[in-house]
């Protein structure tokens, strides 16, 4: 006779599972077991959160991001649907670092959510990282004008930030300035903003604006990821800058201290003995 199948092959994998589990087999034997269980029934919620249970505590987020895919497919619960979502696009954009694989479940969660203003500055973001920069930035403008209203200024100042940096790796300077100036008069302590202005200066040769920006980046205290640059980074910038200003001295005094931070950064470290030969 056939052996059981679908949900009743299913229920019985999982129990053996959870016997396995019980009687500490390997881990790798358990998840087997649980996949088995999603073989016959890839519904089967007790499996899904097993899995998914096993791959979070692992740090396997590849794998954990599948399961909650398959598990917002088969759900027909809206908020369980939208947390879903939002945990899938979290991975997707940060842990996976594939900004690509989380515009199928932003497009999910516009329509799910359309109000949720959050999920359109993500979902206009993914598309201006994904390539679809003309049909982000408009999403994104047309947040900005309800945002406005209702003076929430730092979600505008952090909207101008995205706009302005898109305009800038285009080749749009005059539209970036227009972004991040806007953005600079805001919200004066966001570094990214700071970066992309003090980036933008020097390649315009304003260096007393591009001195401004840099100096004003090691007043703040900032996650070095989100802003692009390093502590280092900034002084590496600003001893390039007295370079160019035939400022010698003060420029060994800036890698000196970006040394101090960052002993082996190869391009402080070049700078430095390039300075010593001058």
Do not use: C, W
Not at 264 to 275: F, I, R, S, Y
């Amino acid at each position: 006779a056939a052996g059981p199948r679908g949900r009743q092959a299913a229920d019985l994998r999982f129990r053996m599972a959870r016997l396995m589990q019980s009687q500490e087999a390997g881990e790798g034997e358990i998840r087997e077991a649980f996949m088995q269980a999603l073989e016959a029934d890839p519904t089967h919620r007790e499996a899904l959160l097993a899995v998914e249970a096993m791959a979070r505590k692992a740090g396997r987020h590849d794998e954990l991001v599948q399961h909650l895919e398959l598990r917002e497919q088969s759900t027909q619960d809206q908020p369980e649907r939208v947390a879903l979502l939002k945990e899938i696009v979290e991975l997707y954009r940060n842990q996976v670092q594939r900004p690509a694989g989380a515009l199928p479940a932003l497009e999910k969660l516009n329509k799910l959510a359309p109000d949720d203003l959050e999920v359109k500055e993500a979902y206009g973001q993914s598309l201006i990282a994904t390539g679809k920069a003309q049909e982000g930035e408009a999403l994104l403008e047309s947040l900005i004008e309800g945002l406005t209203a209702k003076r929430q200024m730092k979600a505008v100042a952090r909207l101008r930030a995205t706009l302005g940096l898109a305009a800038e790796s285009r080749g749009d300077v005059t539209k970036a300035l227009a972004h991040l100036e806007a953005a600079q008069a805001l919200d004066s302590s966001s570094p990214r903003v700071a970066v992309a202005l003090g980036r933008l200066a020097d390649a315009a040769g304003d260096r007393p604006k591009a001195f401004k920006y840099y100096r004003n980046l090691l007043l703040l205290s900032f996650d070095e990821a989100a802003a692009g640059i390093t502590k280092a980074g900034v002084y590496l910038a600003l001893a390039k800058l007295h370079v160019a200003e035939n400022e010698a001295v003060k420029a060994r005094g800036m890698v000196d201290r970006g040394l101090g931070i960052a002993p082996n950064d190869p391009d402080l470290k070049a700078l430095g003995e390039q300075l010593k030969r001058a």
